[in-house]
């Protein structure tokens, strides 16, 4: 396969002010640089010829081929053979991609350590009460074998009310309880996917689905994504460009970024993966967390693209440790899912769905709570940032439980190699990468810690950044377990 390719006029406005520093051709390539680094123009991806950047940028021709030998001398850049030049990441950039999720081996120096690793939080008041109310249930099932690889008809009746109510009319046969969202994508994966099939992931990424689909043999396309969400002329070169088997997407409260893609790009990105023919593994496990109870909500990607496997969990809106998640696919896809489930598991737990099902009846007080716990939290974090971190950026999320902050300096792992001396646990930027890079960035969960902890664990990051600035600490950190 030829490498994608990124037009002139699509880079252009990428750009911004790059040719306003003097050398030009120095300001164009720190900019390609800085654009690479933190995976806005994709590893692989075929820089214009230097003729037609020359012409779309009204600069001379020495400006760009400069440029392009500054960024192949740095290792940025490869001229090949038939393909121009493509864009590749050096080792110093690339950072370090998750060889599986591992636990996090802090050797903090002082007070108790801060886990700022999973965008998750406890189970919510009542989780006991819910599991003696499905106790009391149980029996009805004992008699039978306690194998249900659709999972139990009462809650995929419940779970297809739910998405008939937000605007994707569902019925029961067309729902699957899985054992988590994860579970979901990794079902997806094994009926759709087969080795060498390209999928098109936003890049940041949630690392796990990533992980995920790679291990079943797929080759990630990356879709660069930031704080203020999608690109769609991005999304549809890319998808004409690589006509990828399936896309993993995360609309809703994306995490890490926490974007919300609008209605009429949900429109617009359906019938572009309508026309390449892809299916789409959307994710909405964050899809219950705005913050705004008042917020409109879009419909579902999939009342735009029946070619559409949606999976969610419980693990966000109630709690992870129930490990019950869902999927919801047009009813043709079915038997190849069912059949690629009984590779994995023969089923959920029974007394799990059963407590679901319970607090699915309890989910507006349950959610308001929540609500007001993320929010809290949320408004501790952004202070604290702005005063004790002024010259990180971040947009404010309207949902879900992390903030994607964008750092001075590409100094996210020496950041969270400082900060696990300092009591704090933090995933880096590049964790979330689909190719490496992402430097730049740090996701930051806020999950219901109390005010008074956010300020703590914020003072201990400004610490461990100054450390990271002032003497880039590189000691081996395994990667830390995601959430
Ligand atoms: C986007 C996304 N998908 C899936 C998961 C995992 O969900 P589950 O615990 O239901 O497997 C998470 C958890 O962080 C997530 O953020």
Redesign the pocket.
Known sequence: MSPRSLSAARLRPLLGAALDSSPAYRGLADALRLLVADGRIPAGTRLPSERDLTTALGVSRTTVSRAYAELRDRGYLESRQGSGSVVVLPGEAAGRRSGGPLQPTSDQLDGPVIDLTC??MSAPPGTVAAYERALEQLPRYLAGTGYHPLGLLALREALAADFTARGLPTDAEQVMVTS????G?AIAARALLSPGDRVMLESPT?P??LETLSRSGARPVALPIGAEGWDLDTAEATLRQTAPRAAYL?PDFH?PTGALMPQEQRARLGRALGQTRTVAIV?E??VELAHDPGLVMPAPLAAHHARTVTVG????TFW?GL?V?WLRAPRDLMPSLVTARLTLDLGSPVMEQLVLLDLLGHRDTILEARREAVVTTRDALVGDLASQLPDWRFTVPQGGLCLWAELPEALSTPLTVAADRRGVVLAPGSQFAVDGGMERFLRIPFTGHSPEVVTDAVQRIALAWQDAVTSRPSGRRRPPL??
């Open positions: 965008a998750s988590g969202a994860l579970a994508v949630y796990n689905a995360v995490n994710d496990t964050l969990g419980a693990s966000k992870g490990r998640g995601v959430a």
